[in-house]
């Protein structure tokens, strides 16, 4: 079964960056769609960003558009969440997730057949 490791979190000043790693181990990434979920406290779990089967199609939701590039390392077997000009509201626990269905990736949880455990990111000055 796959698993999922996410990795690249911590405590970051308003106006910084981060970059979330999600590995995959014994299977290749490259037959999958990618997505980054977060759940802040309090909150439920929203799709933040998505990677196709081949990168050939992302999207973002419109809270990190602009600011928040999803990217395939394929010799790593790693997707990528460049994070820039982070904000408090960005705070949250945040997963990565693999669906081996669709060749497209969508933001929707349901979608979704694999997830891995989070990693917290934490905006706060």
């Known amino acids: 079964q796959l698993q999922l490791v996410e990795s690249g979190g911590g405590l970051v000043q308003p106006g910084g960056s981060l970059r979330l790693s999600c590995a995959a181990s014994?299977?290749?990434?490259?037959?999958?769609?990618i997505g980054w979920f977060r759940q802040a406290p309090g909150k439920e779990r929203e799709g933040v960003s998505c990677i196709s089967r081949t990168a050939r199609s992302t999207d973002y939701a419109d809270s990190v558009k602009g600011r928040f590039t999803i990217s395939r390392d394929n010799a790593k077997n790693t997707i990528v969440l460049q994070m820039n000009s982070l904000k408090p509201e960005d705070t949250a626990v945040y997963y990565c997730?693999?669906?081996?269905?669709?060749?497209?990736?969508?933001?929707?949880?349901?979608?979704?057949?694999?997830w891995g455990q989070g990693t917290q990111v934490t905006v706060s000055s």
């Open positions: 014994r299977f290749t990434l490259d037959y999958y769609a």
């Open positions: 997730a693999a669906d081996r269905r669709r060749s497209v990736c969508t933001l929707l949880m349901n979608d979704y057949d694999y």
